[in-house]
C-alpha cells in the first residue's frame, strides 16, 4: 500500500471513531429532538443619505396661495379676538359704585333714603318708560334737594323734565312761594308725572316750558332774571352741555349750585370714537369746567356721575 493510500484511510477511520461517539453521547428519546435555528438574512440596510426625503418644493402660485391664506386665517382670528376682548381697551365701566342689587348698597339706601311717596311713585312710573333708566338716581336727586335746602334755595332751574321727577324733588325741597322752572321738547312725559305732582301738593311750584331749554334759558336773562337763581340742574342733550352750563351760570347768584349730570356718560369719555359727538362734548365740557375759575367744583362717582359747580 502506498503512503498516500494509508494516509487516506487513517482519516476514515478517524472519522468513523468520532461520529460513533458522538452518537452514543447524544440523549435518547422524544426530547432529544433539538431544531436546528434557521438563519435569516435581512437585506442591507440603504445608505444614510437615501433615508432621508427631501420636502416637495411648491411653485411660486403655490407658495403665495398658502401664505395668503394663512394670513387670511391670522387676521379672522384677530377680528374675532379684538371684536370681544380688545387688548388695548379696558371694559367701560357704567357706573362705579357697586350695582343696585349689592347687599351692601341696598343697606346704605335703606339707612339713607327718605323719599316721599308720590316722588317714589314718580320713580317707580319713569322706571317703567322707553329709557326711563337714564332718569336721576334717587340718591342724586335726595342729595339735590338737601343741598336745595342748605343754601334755603327759592327758585331753581330744571333742564330736562322728562316726567319731571327732578322737578319733583327740587319743588318739595322749596318753600311754598318757591319755584322751578323746568325745560322740555316732548309734552308726553310730563303729564304722567303731572297726577303725581298734584298729588304731592306741589304742581303750583312746577313752571314747565315746552321749547328748547335755549330759547328758555334766554327768555329769563332777556327778562333780567340773571343771578337770581339758586340752583339749577342740567340733564338734557349733550350737545348744547356748554351753552347750558354758561347760561345757567348766568343765571345763578353768587353761592348758587349747578349740578350736572352724566358727565361719565356710561364710561365714553375715557375713549371717544372719533364720530362720536355726544361723549366729545361732554369731555368738553369736564374740561371747561374743571379749569373754570368762577366756580369751585366736585364730581361724584353717583349714578352716571354727578358734577357740583359752586358759583363764586
Known amino acids: ?24 453521547e447524544r440523549p435518547q428519546g422524544p426530547s432529544a429532538v433539538r431544531l436546528k435555528p434557521k438563519q435569516v438574512t435581512l437585506p442591507p440596510l440603504p445608505p444614510a443619505h437615501a433615508m432621508i426625503q427631501p420636502m416637495p418644493r411648491l411653485s411660486v402660485p403655490a407658495a403665495l396661495a398658502l401664505g395668503s391664506a394663512a394670513l387670511g386665517a391670522a387676521f379672522a382670528t384677530g377680528l374675532f379676538l379684538g371684536r370681544w376682548c380688545p387688548p388695548w381697551r379696558s371694559p367701560r365701566e357704567k357706573r362705579l359704585l ?15 333714603l327718605r323719599e316721599h311717596p308720590a316722588l317714589r311713585s314718580l320713580r317707580l312710573l319713569t322706571l317703567e318708560q322707553p329709557k326711563g333708566d337714564s332718569m336721576m338716581t334717587c340718591e342724586q336727586a335726595q342729595l339735590l334737594a338737601n343741598l336745595a335746602r342748605l343754601i334755603k334755595a327759592k327758585k331753581a332751574l330744571d333742564l330736562g323734565t322728562f316726567t319731571g321727577y327732578s322737578a319733583l324733588a327740587l319743588a318739595l325741597a322749596l318753600p311754598p312761594a318757591g319755584r322751578v322752572v323746568t325745560c322740555e321738547v316732548n309734552p308726553g312725559p310730563p303729564e304722567l308725572g303731572r297726577p303725581l305732582w298734584r298729588q304731592a301738593e306741589e304742581e303750583h311750584k312746577i313752571d314747565l316750558r315746552l321749547k328748547p331749554a335755549l330759547e328758555t334759558l334766554d327768555e329769563l336773562l332777556d327778562a333780567g332774571e340773571a343771578g337770581t337763581f339758586d340752583m339749577a340742574v342740567v340733564d338734557a342733550d349733550k350737545e348744547n352741555c356748554t351753552a347750558y352750563y354758561e347760561r345757567c351760570l348766568q343765571l345763578l347768584r353768587p353761592g348758587g349750585i349747578l349740578a350736572v349730570l352724566s358727565v361719565l356718560w356710561r364710561g365714553e369719555v375715557l375713549q371717544p370714537q372719533p364720530r362720536d359727538l355726544e361723549t366729545q362734548c361732554v369731555r368738553n365740557l369736564n374740561e371747561r369746567i374743571l379749569r373754570d375759575a368762577r366756580v369751585h367744583i366736585s364730581l361724584l362717582p353717583l349714578g352716571d356721575g354727578l358734577t357740583l359747580a359752586f358759583k363764586i
Not at 100 to 108: G, I, M, R, V
Open 1 to 24: 500500500m502506498s503512503r498516500e493510500a494509508a494516509r487516506w484511510r487513517s482519516r476514515r477511520q478517524l472519522r468513523g471513531q468520532y461520529r460513533d461517539k458522538a452518537e452514543q
Open 98 to 112: 357697586p350695582p343696585e342689587d349689592n347687599p351692601l348698597w341696598q343697606y346704605l339706601l335703606s339707612r339713607s
